[in-house]
Structure formats: structure tokens, C-alpha cells
């Protein structure tokens, strides 16, 4: 309780800017008056004795201050000052105030701009939950640089890894959907049915086709992107179960992808529909040859598993496979890395060298027109 009176106390004074300066002159004075009469009677004259009374005081000055630091808020009192004062300045020289302000203006709106791109390609590139534990699975030859992966390896990695919850893999697709208005060209993917769980999002109608779906001879389905489900079918739930044409084939759609599947931080764009990778063709496909390598990989990390971790545990697979076969796989490694750093490249590093650069130049912005806005009433601050 009597720290709240105490806080009352002080937001009053500080409002109202009542300090008790009389009280505490009078305070003093009395202080001083007492301790120069004990000094008169030790023997000294009275102009020593009020001298040694001050002295032994202390500074009247400081006493006042820490008086009015207990009494009100500083803090806020110094800032009121500051403020007043700038302002003064600033309406002396409305010249110079108007161009630091400008220049100010723009270093932070430069800055921003520059900060909104950063975080949207670098920071919120993909809307899959926990997609900094995504990453990118590839081959690399000594010959041929970065490879994407043979189908046959996936396989073998998938069997024999134990640093990811899951893999998926894919390669393009593209073609011709016909019998529903016009002819409608589409790009996609050829997709293992553990793609959609590693990535970890869900259908928004419907569901995505499964394992026993991803075999040859299997009914042939497919899921389409929330872009072509409303453009070509007017967002009709009843496309579940439909029957649609593609590349002359009939092929049913069993599920629509959520409305902010993204892959890549790329629209829709070659994400109208994926279909069963191996559902899709027969067993004698290139994909069977362990010398191509028309997949791209895409995995997640388990909890507590690194990059390197997981990259050491695949070239040690790697290196069991080279020793299988030979031919196909001798100087083939593997390289993970995230799908963040897949989907940016280079990229990322320009966007981050801007940044730091705008940041540079808007702290030497600031501190050109702080020079201009306060050289004359601070000289003997530095900035």
C-alpha cells in the first residue's frame, strides 16, 4: 500500500509539477543554521562556522536532485526537456530539419523495403509446418557436379535411412486435360505417395492417393492444385470421383491440394496436379535404370538430427550402394542441404548483402542528419 500512495505521489507531482521546493530550502537552511550554532559554540567565528556547516552538508545541489528523483519521474521529465529543446532547434533551422527528416524517411523506408523482401523469400518461403526441417536430398558426381537421384537409390535410401522421418521424391509432369471446356494444358509432378506426408499438409477436400496407389497396374488418380480445381471446375466439391482426360487416359481425382500450397514460393505455377509416380508407368520406365537420375528428393529431418548428421548417415549408404554397383554409382555422393537454400541459391546470399548494405547506409543517414539536427546545442557529443 504504501507503495502505491508513493507512485500516486509522484505521478501528482509530476503532472502537476510540485516538487516542495520551498519546503526542502527551508529544510536545508534550518539543516545548515543548526550545524553552524553547534560550530559557533566549539569556538570558531561564525562566517568559518557556516562555511564548515556547507561543507559538512555536502552539495546543496545534488541533495535537491536525488529530492526531486525521489519525488517525481526523471525519466520522463529529462525526455519532456529534450524534446522541448529539439524542437526549438529544429524550428531555428527549419532548412536542415526538413532535409535530416527527409533523409531519415527515406534510410527507414529503404530499409523496410529491403527487410520485407528478406523475409518473404528467406523467412516465409514456404507455408509447410516446420519447413526448417525440410531438406533436399542429391546425388553428387565428381564428373557431373549436382545430380538429382535415380529412382532405384530413393528406394535403397529410403529403406536404409534413419535420420529422416520420411522421403518423398518427384519429376515433372505436363500435358493435355480435354472433355472439360476447352482444352486445358497443365504442368505437375510425378510424386511418391510419401511426398504429401513429409511435407505435412493435408488435402483440402478429398484425400491424396496411397502407397497401394503408387504401384504399377493400380488405378490411375490424381490431385489437383486449389488453382485449376477453381479454374476449370468452379471449385466443385464434386469433383472427388470425377473422371477427367489427361494425355488421353482416364485418371480419377481423389483430392484437392490446400488452398496455400506453395511449393517453392512459386503461385501455382507447375503445381496444377501430381500423380503417382510409379502408378503412372510400367516397370520397364527409365526410372528403373540406376544410371538417370530424374528425381528430385525431398526429405524431412527428425527431431535433434542436423544437416551434417543426416549427411554423414547417407554417404554411408552411399558408399554401401557404390560397392553394390559399381558401374552406375562409383563417385556418387550425397549432399543435404536445406530447401530453403534450394529454392534461393545465390539468391539468398544478394538478398542478405542488401540488407546488411541498406542497414549501413541508413545508420550513416541517421547519423548525418543527428549531426545536422543537433551540432548546434550538442558540440560536444559525438556520433
Same mark, same amino acid.
Given at each position: 500500500m504504501r507503495g502505491l500512495?508513493?507512485?500516486?505521489?509522484?505521478?501528482?507531482?509530476?503532472?502537476?509539477?510540485?516538487?516542495?521546493d520551498k519546503r526542502l530550502r527551508e529544510e536545508i537552511e534550518s539543516h545548515i543554521a543548526a550545524q553552524t550554532e553547534e560550530n559557533i559554540r566549539a569556538g570558531m567565528g561564525p562566517e568559518e562556522a557556516r562555511r564548515h556547516a556547507r561543507l559538512k552538508f555536502g552539495a546543496i545541489e545534488t541533495v535537491r536532485e536525488d529530492y526531486h528523483a525521489e519525488e517525481g519521474l526523471p525519466l520522463f521529465e529529462g525526455l519532456l526537456l529534450d524534446i522541448r529543446y529539439a524542437l526549438r532547434v529544429l524550428w531555428k533551422s527549419p532548412a536542415f530539419?526538413?532535409?535530416? #527528416?527527409?533523409?531519415?524517411?527515406?534510410?527507414?523506408?529503404?530499409?523496410?523495403? #529491403?527487410?520485407?523482401?528478406?523475409?518473404?523469400v528467406l523467412l516465409k518461403s514456404f507455408s509447410f509446418p516446420e519447413a526448417n526441417r525440410l531438406v533436399v536430398v542429391n546425388c553428387v558426381s565428381k564428373s557431373?557436379?549436382?545430380? +538429382?537421384?535415380?529412382?532405384?537409390?530413393?528406394?535403397? +535410401?529410403?529403406?536404409a535411412q534413419r535420420v529422416f522421418v520420411d522421403?518423398?521424391?518427384?519429376?515433372?509432369?505436363?500435358?493435355?486435360?480435354?472433355?472439360?471446356?476447352?482444352?486445358?494444358?497443365?504442368?505437375?509432378?510425378?510424386?511418391?505417395?510419401?511426398?504429401?506426408?513429409?511435407?505435412?499438409?493435408?488435402?483440402?477436400?478429398?484425400?491424396?492417393?496411397?502407397?497401394?496407389?503408387?504401384?504399377?497396374?493400380?488405378?490411375?488418380?490424381?490431385?489437383?492444385?486449389?488453382?485449376? +480445381?477453381?479454374?476449370?471446375?468452379?471449385?466443385?466439391?464434386?469433383?472427388?470421383?470425377?473422371?477427367?482426360?489427361?494425355?488421353?487416359?482416364? +485418371?480419377?481425382?481423389?483430392?484437392?491440394l490446400p488452398v496455400n500450397f506453395d511449393f517453392y514460393g512459386r503461385s501455382n505455377e507447375n503445381n496444377?496436379?501430381?500423380?503417382?509416380?510409379?502408378?503412372?508407368?510400367?516397370?520397364?520406365?527409365?526410372?528403373?535404370?540406376?544410371g538417370n537420375h530424374p528425381c528430385q528428393v525431398i526429405a524431412r529431418l527428425r527431431p535433434g538430427v542436423s544437416e551434417?548428421?543426416?549427411?554423414?548417415?547417407?554417404?554411408?549408404?552411399?558408399?554401401r550402394l557404390t560397392a553394390q554397383y559399381p558401374v552406375s554409382n562409383t563417385g556418387v555422393t550425397v549432399d543435404v542441404h536445406s530447401l530453403l537454400r534450394d529454392f534461393?541459391?545465390?539468391?539468398?546470399?544478394?538478398?542478405?548483402?542488401?540488407?546488411?548494405?541498406?542497414?549501413?547506409h541508413k545508420r550513416l543517414l541517421l547519423r548525418r542528419a543527428v549531426r545536422y539536427l543537433f551540432h548546434s546545442w550538442l558540440p560536444d557529443c559525438h556520433f
Open positions: 500512495n508513493r507512485s500516486f505521489k509522484r505521478l501528482f507531482n509530476f503532472t502537476t509539477n510540485r516538487r516542495g530539419s526538413l532535409l535530416a #527528416i527527409m533523409t531519415i524517411a527515406l534510410g527507414v523506408g529503404a530499409n523496410t523495403s #529491403i527487410f520485407t523482401a528478406v523475409n518473404g557431373q557436379s549436382d545430380l +538429382w537421384v535415380s529412382y532405384p537409390d530413393y528406394l535403397d +535410401w529410403r529403406a522421403l518423398g521424391a518427384r519429376f515433372p509432369a505436363g500435358g493435355i486435360i480435354i472433355g472439360v471446356g476447352e482444352p486445358q494444358r497443365v504442368f505437375g509432378r510425378y510424386v511418391t505417395a510419401s511426398f504429401f506426408s513429409t511435407l505435412g499438409i493435408q488435402p483440402q477436400i478429398g484425400g491424396f492417393f496411397s502407397e497401394d496407389e503408387d504401384k504399377v497396374g493400380a488405378p490411375r488418380v490424381m490431385v489437383i492444385s486449389d488453382s485449376l +480445381w477453381r479454374r476449370v471446375f468452379n471449385a466443385d466439391p464434386a469433383v472427388i470421383g470425377r473422371a477427367i482426360n489427361y494425355n488421353g487416359a482416364s +485418371w480419377t481425382v481423389v483430392g484437392v496444377d496436379l501430381f500423380l503417382p509416380m510409379i502408378g503412372s508407368f510400367g516397370k520397364e520406365h527409365f526410372l528403373y535404370d540406376r551434417h548428421q543426416a549427411a554423414v548417415e547417407m554417404n554411408t549408404i552411399a558408399a534461393v541459391g545465390e539468391e539468398s546470399k544478394a538478398l542478405l548483402v542488401t540488407s546488411a548494405g541498406a542497414i549501413l
